[in-house]
C-alpha cells in the first residue's frame, strides 16, 4: 500500500485541538501519513498560563533525522518553533532536504494569550524561514506582527498585507480575515493575483487550534500532489466545516471538530480571483 507523508514541526499541546495533535488528526482525516518533530511542549491553561517546555535542539535533531532516514516526507508545516536556534536549524534542514512543499504557520500568540514564539526569533523567522515557504499562512495579528504593527481592519488591508509579506520571499501567502467582521474572509497571494476565499462566518468562540488544523489541510493536500490555490481552497471547506462543528468541554475555548469535513455535508467556499 502506498500512501503520501505529512510532517509537522511543532509543539504538543496538551488540551489535543492544537499544535501537533490537531496535525495529525487533521492528516488522518484527509488520508496522508503523519510523522512529528516536537518542538515544545505546551500545557498552557485559562487558570495557570505558564506551560511551555521547549525541547533541546538535539531532541529536535534526532527527530528530524529519524524521519528523513526512516520515513521521508511529500509535505511538512512549521508550527510552533518557539526560539531562535530551532527555527534557524529548521531552516538549514529544509534547505538540505528534497521536501518541496514547504507550508509556514508562523505561531506567535496563543488563542489564551500565551506568546509561542520568543522576541529574539522573529528576525529569523523573516530572515531563514520565510524565503523558504511555499506558502506561509498568518492570521491577523501574526500578519500585523511581520509587518512591524500594520493595521489590518478589512478585506483591503488583508490584500495589501499579503503582498508586502510575499516580498519577504514566499512563493505564496494566506492572510485570514478570522477576525474581521461580516463573512469568513482570506486572501491568497502569489504575486500576480489575488484569491479571495470566502465562507459564512460561524458564530462561535470554539476555535481553537484552527489555525493549525488549516495549515495542516493545505500541506495534506499539497503532499497529494494539488497546486497550492487547490490545497487551499480544500483546506478552507475542511476547517469551516471543523469550527462549525466545534467542540465544548469544561471550560475556556474549544477544540474545532476535526472529523467534521468527513461526516457532514458542507457548503464550501466562494472564490474570486482579482488581478494585481
Given amino acids: 500500500m502506498s500512501i503520501k507523508r505529512a510532517l509537522t514541526i511543532a509543539g504538543s499541546a496538551a488540551r489535543g485541538g492544537a499544535g501537533i495533535q ?10 496522508v501519513f503523519g510523522t512529528t ?8 491553561n485559562s487558570i495557570k498560563r505558564r506551560g511551555i517546555f521547549p525541547q533541546s535542539l538535539e531532541a529536535v535533531e534526532a527527530q528530524l533525522f529519524t524521519i528523513a532516514e526512516d520515513v521521508g516526507t511529500d509535505a511538512l508545516k512549521t508550527g510552533m518553533l518557539f526560539t531562535k536556534e530551532i527555527i534557524s536549524y529548521v531552516a538549514d534542514w529544509i534547505k538540505q532536504s528534497e521536501v518541496k512543499n514547504i ?4 505561531v506567535m500568540i496563543g488563542k489564551i494569550g500565551t506568546a509561542l514564539l520568543q522576541e529574539d526569533a522573529m528576525e529569523a523567522m523573516r530572515n531563514e524561514l520565510l524565503p523558504l515557504a511555499t506558502i506561509i499562512t498568518p492570521n491577523m ?3 500585523s506582527y511581520l509587518l512591524d504593527n500594520m493595521a489590518i481592519n478589512s478585506v483591503a488591508d488583508l490584500k495589501v498585507a499579503a503582498k508586502k ?4 520571499g514566499p512563493k505564496y501567502v494566506l492572510v485570514k480575515g478570522g477576525r474581521l467582521v461580516g463573512p469568513a474572509v482570506d486572501v491568497l497571494y502569489d504575486g500576480e493575483q489575488y484569491y479571495l476565499l470566502e465562507a459564512p462566518r460561524i458564530d462561535t468562540i470554539h476555535t481553537n487550534g484552527a489555525g493549525c488544523t488549516y495549515s495542516a489541510a493545505i500541506t495534506a493536500e499539497l503532499a497529494k500532489g494539488k497546486t497550492v490555490p487547490e ?3 480544500e483546506a478552507k ?7 462549525r462543528h466545534s467542540l465544548s468541554f469544561k471550560q475556556g475555548v474549544g477544540p474545532t471538530y476535526h472529523a467534521a469535513y468527513g461526516k457532514y455535508n458542507e457548503t464550501g467556499c466562494t472564490v474570486t480571483v482579482e488581478k494585481d
Avoid at 22 to 31: G, I, N, S, V
Avoid at 165 to 168: C, D, G, S, V
Fill in 22 to 31: 490537531a496535525d495529525l488528526k487533521t492528516f488522518q482525516e484527509l488520508d
Fill in 37 to 44: 518533530v516536537v518542538t515544545a511542549i505546551v500545557a498552557s
Fill in 103 to 106: 507550508v509556514v504557520d508562523p
Fill in 141 to 143: 495579528p501574526e500578519a
Fill in 165 to 168: 509579506i510575499h516580498e519577504l
Fill in 231 to 233: 490545497a487551499v481552497i
Fill in 237 to 243: 471547506k475542511f476547517i469551516t466545516a471543523a469550527i
